[in-house]
């Protein structure tokens, strides 16, 4: 990318969704299980993957984002993942391939997540 967005400031403004994503978008088998719809737990979950353009800093931009929200029964809803990439709007198709490869180089499952912070782990460090 040639202009790097973390330089003078973090204003995101005029969020809008151009389109839904198609999951074969991602080409990621941990984005197609999020969007499968399957909770990995008795939560209810919604999961969606979107085409969007805002401004950071007043420079137009465009990206692509899967949110995952989790059913707070009556009290709202939680985010549970926000993950994506984004680019300058009239710059995005020429770098979503680049994106997209540093995207799937990190492991999103819970599997995974797992070998680096097991559960009994977790636990004890939630509950100590």
């Known amino acids: 990318m040639h202009k790097d967005f973390s330089l003078g400031g973090n204003d995101v403004r005029d969020m809008r969704i151009v389109d839904y994503e198609e999951p074969s978008f991602y080409n990621n088998k941990d984005v197609l299980s999020l969007l499968s719809g399957v909770s990995l737990t008795s939560i209810p979950t919604s999961t969606k993957a979107m085409r969007c ?15 995952r929200t989790k059913d707070k029964y009556g009290y709202g809803t939680q ?28 492991k999103f499952n ?17 509950f100590a």
């Open 110 to 126: 819970p599997a995974y997540r797992n070998i680096c912070m097991p559960v009994v782990v977790a636990m004890t460090a939630i």
């Open 79 to 106: 985010i549970d993942y926000l993950l994506g990439i984004y680019s300058l709007a009239d710059q995005f198709d020429i770098d979503a391939p680049m994106l997209l490869e540093a995207f799937n180089s990190v």
């Open 53 to 67: 353009s805002f401004t950071v800093n007043g420079i137009p931009a465009e990206g692509s984002f899967v949110i």
